[in-house]
């Protein structure tokens, strides 16, 4: 998961008690053609404090795993700490949240594409048109406005606290304000004709990711809010919840309360866009499935064995690659689970992967 990164992010990343939010989208209209063309990458957030972050790559065709792309092709490293990835008109913007660029390859065949720089504690991209938007926890929480074409920077957009995910519904980006090391319990919406953020909406504490639904309806995995004192013990726990909003309104259509004291961090959804996905996360065992129509959340987990640092849908064949950061130190492991829960095959990874990109 998914971790802004400063002293204390370190601290809480050794002792469990927080997590990177790793949520890796991908928006592709162009159809790549190359050795990388068929399938998916996986962001390796590498060792904090060293500049070992990593791609990983998963050839559907072979069926494995090649790790160090970016560094084998362009003969460099790609900096430290790789927060997410994201997929858009044949390239591949790698978020580096302790770098604060964002590194652009084409995704056909991983060559550097160029950088976006002047950001501070990035975590997640979307596009729209022309424009990309990057969220940053540096400056109280903002969202960067990119020029997609010359890379650069076109505005700032004053959002909530530790703004993480972003996607674009209804013809709007839509911003989930996680809280970073406080509270927040908002999303911004903003509007990309004018940049400016046009509503704000109540959610649960510290909303982290979305996913949109078969109905255009969206769903929020809200984590909760977990306040310590100076010796890490917690004095103040709120449940984690799932959230669903209209997607034509955003007005609020269900709360689900997840836990009083598991806190997963990620979302994703089925092929068909039916099921939701949630789980990952320090201390959070398991990925959980409900359908978009139940009325209540299920008592057990799809898969239940493990705590995963991330995980994402195939949306190609459904599919569920999970992902163990080990000791953050070391490879990581990516686990391939069908549909229905089944663990079809694991492969190692690059140091402590957060994230699926599929294209």
Known sequence: ???????????????????????????????????????????????????????????????????????????????????????????????????DTVAITTVDDFKSAGFITGLNSPRYMTSYKSKGYITQWGDSGVVKVVDLNLHTILSTIKVGTGPEFTLVAGGNILVCNGGAYDVDSTISIINPSTDKVSQTIQVGHNPKEMVIDRNNNIWVVCYGYIKYDNNFNIILETPSKLVKLSGQNYQKLGEYIISQHSHPQHIDISMDRSTVYYGGGFGFTGIYAVNITAVSLPATPLIGTKQFYGFNVNPRNGDIFALDATDYTSHGILFRYSSDGTLEKQYNTGIAPNGVAFH
């Not at 159809?31 to 998916?40: E, L, Q, V, Y």
């Not at 090649?66 to 978020?95: E, H």
């Open 1 to 99: 998961m998914k971790t802004n990164l400063n002293l204390i992010a370190a601290i809480l990343m050794l002792t469990g008690m927080i997590s990177s939010c790793k949520k890796s989208e991908s928006n592709t209209t162009n159809t790549p053609s190359g050795p990388f063309a068929n399938g998916a990458f996986i962001s390796n957030e590498g060792t904090y404090g060293h500049p070992n972050a990593s791609v990983s790559y998963f050839d559907f065709a072979a069926d494995s795993v090649r790790n160090s792309i970016y560094s084998i092709v362009n003969n460099r490293s790609l900096g430290q700490v790789l927060q997410s990835i994201y997929i858009s008109n044949g390239k591949a913007y790698m978020v580096l949240n302790l770098s």
